[in-house]
């Protein structure tokens, strides 16, 4: 599912001053070509576009707010998938299973996988891929040595659903890509598993997909994003016909 960029995607004003300074920048260097030399100028204009290249990069990492992409970046990006099952006893306490892999983290010395401390209970690597070193600590998951084709897949006890006035809502997030002050494109997935007794209805920031399978049924949300993503899902119980 490719998601519809709904939301408000305006450049912010910050970004707006930077693209007018450097467009400044550039008109003034053509403007003073003609008083240079050949090969002064030449080393200038290589440099101008190098700069602009940079502020290009730093204007793409956006301050926070959430944009929904229609197509996926061209450079590979960081690939979140979380599975969840909620069961009987999920209903009663609100913890839920949790899988959850990353795929191309970013090529970094080091990096952490960061939850809410009071809910998430029983962190376990199950696995990993082209990592150095990977461990658990506290609510944390700790990283090192990040390379080019990384997966990390993690097991957990998440406590994520509450009870509302007859609904049952699994709140999630935020799911965050950031690096300094930008947030970066991130392709996040989240599955949940139900039983057939439970209805979804309804999800956010998009409307999830429904499949069946036996006695459970599995709602899906796959979304490319930019900015702090937070989902939800919303259950009640199908009344009991006789």
């Not at 709904?6 to 450049?11: A, C, D, E, R, Y």
């Not at 690597?125 to 080019?148: C, F, K, L, P, Y």
Request: net charge negative; charged share 25%; glycine share 4%.
């Amino acid at each position: 599912m490719r998601a519809k960029n709904n939301l408000q995607t305006g450049v912010s004003s910050r970004a707006g001053a930077k693209i007018l300074r450097h467009v400044a920048a550039l008109c003034f260097f053509v403007a003073s070509l003609g008083a240079l030399g050949l090969a002064t100028a030449e080393d200038d204009w290589s440099q101008l576009e190098q700069e602009m290249v940079l502020e290009q990069k730093a204007l793409e990492a956006n301050e926070g707010e959430l944009r929904l992409l229609e197509h996926p970046p061209e450079v590979a990006s960081h690939f979140h998938h979380t599975r969840l099952i909620i069961d009987a006893q999920s209903l009663r306490d609100g913890w839920l299973t949790m899988y959850q892999c990353h795929s191309d983290l970013d090529k970094v010395s080091s990096s952490q996988i960061v939850y809410q401390p009071k809910r998430i209970d029983n962190i376990r690597v199950m696995s990993s891929r082209n990592i150095d070193a990977a461990w658990v600590e506290e609510h944390t998951v700790q990283m090192r040595g990040i390379a080019a084709e990384s997966e990390i897949c993690i097991s957990a006890e998440r406590r994520a659903l509450e009870f509302e006035n007859g609904v049952y809502y699994l709140r999630l997030g935020p799911f965050i890509r950031r690096f300094l002050d930008g947030y970066y494109p991130m392709h996040v997935r989240v599955e949940v598993s139900y039983p057939d007794y439970l209805r979804l209805v309804g999800s956010s920031p998009v409307k999830a997909l429904v499949h069946a399978n036996l006695n459970f049924k599995t709602a899906d949300i796959d979304v490319w994003v930019v900015g702090e993503l937070n989902v939800e899902f919303s259950f009640t119980e199908a009344p009991v016909y006789q």
